[in-house]
Nanobody
């Protein structure tokens, strides 16, 4: 059974940093593309960052240069380091996984709240 458990969210002032983590279990972590989505109130969920099994990364334009996604296959962890945070980064951040060959992310964590105050 796939389990993704996020941690590390919280309240931070604009310009600050935060790292959210995701602990994975119940599936072949190392062969899955991992990602972070976020959803702000009244907005659609958006893919913030992803990292493939080969460690290739992609980011939404609004976080490029500020956020870094990484993974530790041995520990089955994926991280999102967020620097220079802005109030518009406020959202619930969800860890997600995509199996090889799948077109869409299909496993989700429960989410962790990140709030950036101005």
């Amino acid at each position: 059974q796939v389990q993704l458990v996020e941690s590390g969210g919280g309240l931070v002032q604009a310009g600050g940093s935060l790292r959210v983590s995701c602990a994975a279990s119940g599936f072949g972590f190392s062969v899955n593309t991992m990602g972070w989505y976020r959803q702000a109130p009244g907005k659609q969920r958006e893919l913030v960052a992803s990292i493939t099994p080969a460690y290739n990364t992609r980011y939404v334009d609004s976080v490029k240069g500020r956020f870094t996604i990484s993974r530790d296959n041995a520990k089955k962890l994926v991280y999102l380091q967020m620097n220079s945070l802005k109030p518009e980064d406020t959202a619930v951040y969800y860890c997600t996984a995509k199996r090889p060959g799948d077109l869409e992310f299909n496993s989700w964590g429960q989410g962790t709240q990140v709030t950036v105050s101005s």
